[in-house]
Structures are given as C-alpha cells and as structure tokens.
T-cell receptor, first 115, second 116 residues
Framework: AQKITQTQPGMFVQEKEAVTLDCTYD???????LFWYKQPSSGEMIFLIY??????QNATEGRYSLNFQKARKSANLVISASQLGDSAMYFC????????????FGKGTRLSVIA | EPEVTQTPSHQVTQMGQEVILRCVPI?????FYWYRQILGQKVEFLVS????????KSEIFDDQFSVERPDGSNFTLKIRSTKLEDSAMYFC??????????????FGSGTRLTVV
C-alpha cells in the first residue's frame, strides 16, 4: 500500500489565487512527521513546511500552510496568493517513528500558475 | 544559511563505468542519506548512514552501490558498473535530529547522472 498518496498529477491556478494540493498518508505509528517540498525545473528539493503528528496547530510558513486533519490522515498544502514562481512539482513526504528513519515521498503534483 | 553541497551537478558516464558522487553535509549533522529520482518519478530512498556505518538501506541499494565517509567532511556514493537504468537525479541529505522534528533535514541540489 502507498504510504503517501498525492491524487492530483497536475493543477492549474490563476496568479494571486489560493490553491490546495492534496496529500493523504498511511501509518500505524503514532509518531511521525509530514513534509512538503518544492522542486522547480532546475531540480533541487526545497523544503517548504513541516507538521509533526503531535503538533496541536496547523503549520504555517509565510504563504504556505498545512491543513492537517489527523483523523482523516490528510496533510494538504495550501498556497495563498499564488505567484508565477510557484510553478513547480510539489512533493509530500512522511517520516515515521522517532529514530533516523528515511523520508517516504508521494508521486508529486505539478502546479502551473497562470498569469 | 548552512547547506548540503553536491558535486558534480551533472555527470555523464559510459555504461559499465564506475562513478562517485560527492556530498558535503552540514558540518554539525550526524545522519546522512542518499535518495534517487528517476526522471519524472518520485524520490526514492537509497541508504542512510550514521556513525560511520549504514543504518538502513532500501532494496534498490544492492551490491552495485556503496557509501563512504572518507574524511570528516565528505560523504560519497559509489556506483560500480553503471547501467542505463541508473540514470537519475541523486540527492544527498543530512540531518541532526533523532526525533521526528524537521529541524536540520536538508537536501543538496542534486547530481544528475546520465549513463550512455
């Protein structure tokens, strides 16, 4: 079974509008962390935002916020006021447990921002 | 801001040749990782390294691959006898945390390996 599911292979959004990128996860471990990364066409992985499983509040970083719904096992990324530079691949990832465990990534969503 | 440095940014090699991908993790980090991303696909874990030994590896990381920390700063991935399907972007990452917090989990900018 997929640990991380991103059901939107591609998304379009108008500049200055908000967009939500979906991510659901599967784990039986009560302790885990959820990450979102941006990958522009140049290829590097840029960390955007993190949510811990025990965090009481949804994470926010500037224009990025994470809509964490623990019971539904979803961790959607919300980008407000989209900019042309937001066009990229976006990956959701999870790290299970409390040790040095690797990240497991979803297949990604390609976001295109339209002027 | 501290960063993970990878060299080279792009490498082209003949099938059957050996390649070494280099990484300089952040200096106070203790855990090191290699990930691979075949073009257009998701990022996949290869191996993690701690205290001068492999702590975990995926099924992708077979005998063709090896990792080493030859000195106090470099962390290398060696691929022996490269195959066409080894063509991918290889990411190095490092972290300092032993719990589930993000703090300090940083990726390098990647090495794009092309096997011809």
């Amino acid at each position: 079974a997929q640990k991380i599911t991103q059901t939107q292979p591609g998304m379009f959004v108008q500049e200055k509008e908000a967009v939500t990128l979906d991510c659901t996860y599967d784990t039986s471990d009560p302790s885990y962390g959820l990450f979102w990364y941006k990958q522009p066409s140049s290829g590097e992985m840029i960390f955007l935002i993190y949510q811990g499983s025990y965090d009481q509040q949804n994470a926010t970083e500037g224009r990025y916020s994470l809509n964490f719904q623990k019971a539904r096992k979803s961790a959607n990324l919300v980008i407000s006021a989209s900019q042309l530079g937001d066009s990229a691949m976006y990956f959701c990832a999870m790290r299970e447990g409390t040790g040095n465990t690797p990240l497991v990534f979803g297949k990604g969503t390609r976001l295109s921002v339209i002027a | 801001e501290p960063e993970v440095t990878q060299t080279p940014s792009h490498q082209v090699t003949q099938m059957g040749q050996e390649v070494i991908l280099r990484c300089v993790p952040i200096s106070n980090h203790l855990y090191f990782y290699w990930y691979r991303q075949i073009l257009g696909q998701k990022v996949e874990f290869l191996v993690s390294f701690y205290n001068n030994e492999i702590s975990e590896k995926s099924e992708i990381f077979d005998d063709q691959f090896s990792v080493e920390r030859p000195d106090g700063s470099n962390f290398t991935l060696k691929i022996r006898s490269t195959k066409l399907e080894d063509s991918a972007m290889y990411f190095c990452a490092s972290s300092k945390a032993t719990d589930t917090t993000n703090y300090g989990y940083t990726f390098g900018s990647g090495t794009r390996l092309t096997v011809v």
